[in-house]
């Protein structure tokens, strides 16, 4: 049964202040080393504030033993009312660095709070006094965790983390993402076409182009997610990798493959000619903008490779 903080015995109160600093260290730990690889000054002021939580927890530690002897009762946050539930750091859908900032200052304002609380409510000078110093100490950690914020860095800091956060963002969405695209736009050609000239039926080449579409995606997908588990390279989670990958290959097939659903076929191919054209563009301009490729190199390249496919498709189709 949960229960009112103002009921604590003074035992209890230290004990959970032993708990919090406990849990607090704990979480700081595994948001530096979270945070580590991309964002190492943030981790070290982490790793400065959960060395200073452990020094918090001897102290308290000490004032215990001293005043109430070697055992200590077991009372941690979720068995006193009024404290905010804290999820795990696993519970983090995205353990950004901007996302630990808050939690980071949230938690440091509730045990502000508490041992504000809890001086109050202390009997003996030594404890009101032990009690008040971790309050104004854990003031000063939320005020360290609130200088996390982009806004009050300094601008070199800020520079820095900006382009950490873009280089991350083109290993992990990016790049997969541009894969992905390239491979629909382009693989899918040649049975599209072929199918198209084959037949001159709209219908059978939407089908043959819709099918490439949807294996094409199932297989980049499955092939980027396999292809490693983003521990060595901070490549990001399998998972999101292979979902924007997948995705956006049939995105790339798709995209001329609907024009077919016109029952005009020769309608239908100038459609599909055109859209293939903005496809190939788009790659261009998003491996300019994101790989620093040359537009113009990056349109050659791009437009080149697909022009061949789109050629070979349709000899084989009209042969």
Not at 159 to 184: K, N, Y
Not at 288 to 301: C, G, I, K, V
Request: hydrophobic share 45%.
């Amino acid at each position: 049964m949960r229960r009112n903080f103002k009921d604590l015995s003074a035992p209890e109160v230290l004990a959970l202040a032993i708990s919090l600093e406990e849990e607090d260290a704990r979480i700081f730990r595994e948001f530096a080393r979270l945070l580590r690889g991309n964002f190492p000054k943030a981790a070290a002021s982490l790793d400065e504030m959960q060395a200073q939580e452990d020094g918090h927890r001897h102290r308290l530690i000490e004032l215990f033993r001293k005043k109430f002897g070697e055992e200590i009762p077991l009372v941690r946050r979720h068995d006193v009312r009024g404290f905010v539930r804290r999820d795990p750091v696993q519970a983090l859908r995205i353990p950004s660095a901007q996302a630990i900032r808050k939690q980071v200052a949230l938690m440091e304002l509730e045990t502000a709070r508490f041992y504000e609380k809890a001086a109050q409510q202390a009997t003996d000078a030594e404890s009101r006094q032990l009690l008040g110093d971790l309050a104004l100490e854990e003031r000063k950690h939320e005020e360290t965790s609130a200088t996390f914020d982009p806004s009050r860095q300094p601008e070199s800091e800020r520079e820095e983390e900006a382009r950490t956060s873009r280089q991350l963002f083109v290993l992990q969405v990016v790049q997969p993402g541009l894969a992905g695209l390239m491979d629909g736009s382009v693989s899918t050609l040649a049975p599209l076409f072929a199918s198209a000239f084959a037949t001159h039926d709209s219908w059978d080449a939407f089908l043959v182009g819709t099918a490439a579409s949807v294996g094409a995606g199932i297989s980049m997908g499955f092939a980027e997610a396999l292809s490693d588990d983003g521990s060595l390279t901070g490549r990001g989670r399998p998972l999101l990798r292979g979902l924007v990958c997948g995705l956006m290959t049939f995105v790339g097939g798709i995209g001329h493959a609907l024009p077919y659903l016109i029952p005009h076929f020769g309608l239908a191919t100038t459609i599909a000619t055109v859209v293939v054209a903005f496809e190939l563009l788009a790659i261009a301009w998003i491996r300019n903008r994101y790989m620093d490729t040359p537009f113009l190199s990056a349109a050659f390249q791009v437009v080149v490779g697909g022009v061949i496919v789109l050629l070979s498709g349709i000899l084989i189709g009209s042969s």
